[in-house]
């Protein structure tokens, strides 16, 4: 794994999806880091003094493909960092990263990835997709997606380039609200035994999302029968 290096970078974008779901784009100064896509990442607003050693910090996946000059993150807020992060990170302002980190890295050896997301879980999958549109790469994908309203199908100008471009690639939206307006959408929320179903012997399963929901799912697909090593889980 490559060493994580501490890099100032600038923001950007900011990309407000909902008044609870934030998208941040960087633009690093210096080199980026060399980093595997479903790696993640430690954001600090205040300054670094290495004297004082690295401030306090949130992890959060890289949601670009290692290939590209920019760098984003989603975030959903949920405790103090994360208000602090909405209240005062704008285009313009300066951060701290260090990166990169983890081991949900699509290295699998089954014949087909069956990707799960929930909600800004859908992240480190970003990442992976990019590579696989920037290098040529189409391993055989089949990516479930849970969002509780329209609004939260972040990604979706990507995800639509994946199943125009990518030939093993198809994915499946779960959408909450039954006035949802997504097309081929299913209503509802994610069914993992559905999605068992669906799947082809030796697959590979990731999981990414709301702990809670990484616990059920990881709990149901041992009862199914899905070897342990063959289930993954994007987990700080």
Not at 24 to 48: C, I, N, V, W
Not at 63 to 85: D, E, F, H, L
Not at 173 to 187: N, R, W, Y
Request: charge should be neutral; charged fraction near 20%.
């Amino acid at each position: 794994m490559a060493t994580p290096k501490k890099i100032q970078a600038t923001v950007s974008e900011v990309i407000r999806h909902s008044g609870t779901v934030i998208g941040y784009s960087f633009t690093p100064e210096g080199r980026m880091p060399l980093f595997k896509p479903g790696q993640f990442l430690h954001l600090a607003l205040d300054p670094y003094d290495p004297s004082q050693g690295w401030p306090e910090s949130r992890v959060f996946s890289l949601a670009n493909g290692p290939q590209s000059n920019v760098i984003r993150i989603v975030i959903s807020i949920k405790g103090s960092y994360t208000a602090r992060m909405a209240a005062e990170i704008k285009e313009g302002t300066t951060v701290w990263l260090k990166f990169p980190y983890g081991n949900f890295t699509f290295e699998n050896p089954g014949n087909t990835l069956v990707l799960i997301a929930g909600g800004t879980g859908i992240s480190p999958y970003i990442s992976f997709l990019e590579h696989c549109l920037l290098s040529g790469r189409s391993p055989s994908v089949s990516l479930y997606y849970g969002i509780r309203e329209d609004r939260f199908l972040i990604f979706g100008p990507v995800l639509q380039r994946c199943r125009e471009t990518l030939p093993g690639f198809r994915y499946t939206v779960f959408c909450e609200d039954p006035g949802h307006k997504i097309p081929g959408a299913l209503t509802g929320i994610l069914d993992i035994n559905r999605i068992v179903d669906e799947s082809s012997a030796g697959s590979g399963f990731y999981l990414s999302g709301p702990p809670a929901m990484i616990e059920n799912f990881k709990k149901i697909l041992i009862q199914r029968g899905i070897p342990v090593d063959r289930i993954f889980v994007d987990e700080w």
